[in-house]
């Protein structure tokens, strides 16, 4: 009577069992939703990282400044990354919100799944401050590191075939793997950073459905504490892109998504400037919103985002809708996003809202004008000077660069400025002015820095280190008539309009050179190339 019930409760153990034992098998392949989150709050601003992939937003925007106000200027942002193998299949990873799914998971490349993914479901938060008194003590009798030393992710497993060395250190050692009780130390930029390791492999992508490109990301994002404006308002990110699939990538982007919100997100703008390699948000009215508790009210700010090391190949913006000019849906579309198209691939076109399918007017770059003077294309002054602004609304847009050839097992490193700055004296245009400012600073304090923390790339395509203080350029502004010098030879000189068509080249081969050359008003680029190998590039203004 009893054998039945038994060998029914014996077949439901061995379902359970199986069940499990599926579950697990298909986990330790499978990651799981990345649900980790950290603040970081340096300064004058306070922002929240996800593990996901997206930055500064969580149910609502959390990229504050002034900390403590309750005013926010981003709702969100995050690292899009596009290539082509050789038999030129696209590989895509990306996120906006991750309200679809995720192309990114915890860690860096492993077989260890679920587990490693667990295993690295953590920020590392560092300080000068750490570092220097481990460097001081370590050899003292007793001493003892922080957790915060101890326990950095220096060294892979490399039993889950990790990466030998993930986040960078330095060796006293100079043993293989990382030893803080030997003097081993983290490595940082700025007086306080926050660290963390993505992957695009775990899992298969349900944000852009495409096909994984199977790299590892170690971001670092870090602030200084000086007291300069420009250093109180601005988060620097940091990020190192291993390619550790076995695919030599050809026409490889690197993009920096931006949903910018100043405060209120229905009365924006955007814009770039091309020869900061910065795109930015302001506001599209002289007052922020109808007093929302995270609206800015009067003298809004404007918001940056800023290439330090890369020169920006494109800027695209589109709006939240579900259009041609709206935002992707699938990998082709953020691809086309990534070189500068629409996301049905018809190229971007100068004025108006830059969709014109009967226009051959292309350029890369979105609202390069400048609304300050209201000298070319803006939102100010879409259809060029006089023209009626446009409607002010809830803009997005994306910085790209490339493109590059990032081979098997190679490096590409891309470092970010987040500038803000609010003109309390001015309103919604003076903001972008003294965005501009700072931003001129920053990137001069970056080409100034000699980091111990390093990132070495591999790529078949490197740009030459940029120095723009190599160059100088009078008078700017100019009718037409200039002169160029500098400590070095110039190899080359060129100059750009703002459609980024080449209005004129020279080889002088000398330190100096006179250029006369008749020119329609308006912005322009110039770049050169030096003898040291380095590049000067900046922008010049021409009146009538």
Known sequence: MKKPKIKKIFFALFFFLFCVFYFMSSAFAQCFSPSKRAEFAPNNIRVLFKANGVHFSYEKAEFEVPKGSGKTSFFAASLWLGGKDEEGD???????????????????????????????????????????????????????????????????????????????????????SYTPFEGDYPLLRGDQAIFWINNDKCNTHTE?????????????????????????????????????????????????????????????????????NLVYGYNGTEIDGSGQSHAYGKNPPAQGAMFLNKKMNAFMYFNNSVGVMGDP??????????????????????????????????????????????????EVTPNGSGSNPNPPGDRRGLLSAGPF????????????????????????????????????????????????????????????????????????????????????IIENIELYDMLGQKVYTNTPKK????????????????????????????RILVQQ
């Open 329 to 378: 849906a699938i990998s082709n579309e953020y691809y086309n996003y990534l070189q500068g198209k629409w996301r049905d691939g018809t190229p971007l076109t100068y004025g108006g809202n830059g969709y014109d399918e009967e226009s051959t007017n292309y350029t890369n770059f979105a609202f390069n004008g400048d609304p300050v003077t209201q000298l070319g294309w803006t």
């Open 405 to 488: 050839t990032l081979p098997a097992g190679g490096t590409i490193c891309i470092d970010i400025a987040l500038p803000f700055a609010q003109d309390l004296e001015g309103n919604n245009i003076t903001s972008v002015t003294m965005l501009k400012q700072k931003a001129e600073a920053i990137q001069q304090f970056y080409d100034n820095q000699q980091y111990e923390m390093t990132c070495t790339e591999n790529v078949g395509v490197i740009e030459k280190e940029i120095n723009r203080a190599a160059l100088q350029v009078f008078p700017n502004p100019t009718r037409g008539q200039f002169t160029v010098t500098s400590k070095s």
């Open 90 to 176: 696209l590989h895509l990873a990306a996120m906006r919100y991750g309200q679809r799914g995720n192309d990114y998971w915890e860690g860096p490349v492993s077989s260890g799944g679920v587990a490693a993914a667990a295993y690295y479901a953590k920020f590392w938060s560092i300080s000068k401050e750490d570092v220097e008194y481990h460097k001081a003590h370590y050899t003292d009798p007793g001493y003892w590191p922080s957790d915060k030393i101890t326990n950095w992710p220096g060294a892979g497993r490399p039993e889950y075939g990790e990466s030998t060395k993930l986040a960078p250190y330095k060796s006293v050692s100079g043993n293989s």
């Open 208 to 276: 852009t459905f495409g096909k994984p490109l199977e790299v590892e990301i170690l971001t670092m994002a870090y602030a200084y504490d000086k007291p300069e404006y420009e250093f109180q308002h601005t988060i620097f990110l940091s990020y190192e892109i291993r390619n550790r699939s076995t695919n030599n990538y050809k026409d490889f982007y690197i993009g920096f998504f931006s949903d910018f919100d100043i405060g209120y997100s229905g009365d924006d703008y955007i814009g770039c400037d091309p020869s900061l």
């Open 511 to 538: 330190q100096a050179l006179q250029i006369d050359i008749t020119l329609s008003r308006g912005l322009y680029l110039y770049r050169a190339v030096l003898q040291d190998g380095s590049v000067s590039s900046g």
